[in-house]
């Protein structure tokens, strides 16, 4: 298989306030995982592509010092919505690339089931 | 510039076969996936193709044209579970997965 885990679920916080999200690939290791925001009814956009040991690679538009990203081994990445405003709020999703051909496609992007942040 | 179209929405009845095509022109290829995203929650695998031809999977295929920069997704048997927005989306020749915005499938009984 190739399963992705994203913590927490959803969350709700104050303005002002940080939030950190977590995603794992509990059976496979990635060296490239992918955090994606999707407000409701519109496409997937992919915010930065995160490479474990080094520093991530952000999407123009997408600020590096509000959104940090630490992919600090092959299966974890986080992102911290650093000073979070009402109009952070969306739904985070992240995806990690299966780089090894056992039980995967290799080059696909297995996603977690994301996370609702909610900002007041 | 690069660029993968595919329907905004379609409709289909239960028990039918539906095909879902997307168009694309990227800056190189290294294949062509489809997820499926259920409202609310994260996009799922369905397939990927890198090789002309039709991958058949159960009840889903999908079909690639490089030369003509086309794929489609074709759903026999439709069930209602079957509602999601269908996804594609082309690996570019830096390895860059390119998304299309994606295409709503209704299903009515």
């Known amino acids: 298989g190739a399963v992705v885990s994203q913590h927490p679920s959803w969350v709700i916080c104050k303005s002002g306030t940080s939030v950190k999200i977590e995603c794992r690939s509990l059976?496979?290791?990635?060296?490239?995982m992918f955090w994606y925001r999707q407000f409701p009814k519109q496409s997937l956009m992919l915010m930065a592509t995160s490479n474990e040991g080094s520093k991530a690679t952000y999407e123009q538009g997408v600020e590096k010092d509000k959104f940090l990203i630490n992919h600090a081994s092959l299966t974890l990445s986080t992102l911290t919505v650093t000073s979070a405003h009402p109009e952070d709020s969306s739904f985070y999703i992240c995806?990690?690339?299966?780089?090894?051909?056992?039980?995967?496609?290799?080059?696909?992007?297995?996603f977690g089931p994301g996370t609702r942040l909610t900002v007041l | 510039g690069q660029n993968i179209d595919q329907p905004t929405e379609m409709t289909a009845t239960e028990g039918a076969i539906v095909q879902i095509n997307c168009t694309y022109q990227t800056s190189g290829f290294n294949g062509l996936f489809w997820y499926q995203q259920h409202a609310g929650e994260a996009p799922t695998f369905l397939s990927y193709?890198?090789l002309d031809g039709l991958e058949e999977k159960g009840r889903f295929s999908s079909f690639l044209s490089r030369s003509k920069g086309y794929s489609y997704l074709l759903l026999k048997e439709l069930q209602m579970k079957d509602s999601a927005s269908y996804l594609c989306?082309?690996?570019?020749?830096?390895?860059?997965?390119?998304w299309g915005a994606g295409t709503k499938l209704i299903i009515k009984p």
């Open positions: 995806s990690a690339r299966a780089t090894d051909s056992r039980d995967r496609v290799s080059d696909t992007q297995y």
């Open positions: 193709n890198v």
């Open positions: 989306a082309v690996l570019d020749s830096n390895y860059q997965l390119i």
């Open positions: 059976d496979f290791q990635a060296t490239t």
